[in-house]
């Protein structure tokens, strides 16, 4: 059962930048398509960005043009970029697996952006 670790959050204030870290232990990270998601207080888990095993990627609306995805198979990680971050970006982090339901949760990352 592989397992994530994610870290790199904080607080900080608008305007500002984070870089977050998704560690998977265990085999079978490079031959899947990883994504980064957020859970905010009283709403739902949504995936902000994606990125498939060759490097393509994706990004929710809300952050396009302000987050990058990127991966480094050799060391079974997955990071997110955040630039000019929004109060609203205010969230706990995770990464998984697409599609959903192969591996489990790991304990996420926690963003607090001030204004």
């Known amino acids: 059962q592989v397992q994530l670790v994610e870290s790199g959050g904080g607080l900080v204030q608008a305007g500002g930048s984070l870089r977050l870290s998704c560690a998977a232990s265990?085999?079978?990270?490079?031959?899947?398509?990883m994504g980064w998601f957020r859970q905010a207080p009283g709403k739902q888990r949504e995936l902000v960005a994606h990125?498939?095993?060759?490097?393509?990627?994706n990004y929710a609306d809300s952050v396009k043009g302000r987050f990058t995805i990127s991966r480094d198979n050799a060391k079974n990680t997955v990071y997110l970029q955040m630039n000019s971050l929004k109060p609203e970006d205010t969230a706990t982090y995770y990464c998984?697996?697409?599609?959903?339901?192969?591996w489990g949760w790991g304990q996420g990352t926690q963003v607090t952006v001030s204004s």
């Open positions: 265990g085999s079978g990270f490079s031959i899947n398509v």
């Open positions: 990125i498939t095993t060759g490097g393509s990627t």
């Open positions: 998984n697996v697409l599609p959903l339901g192969k």
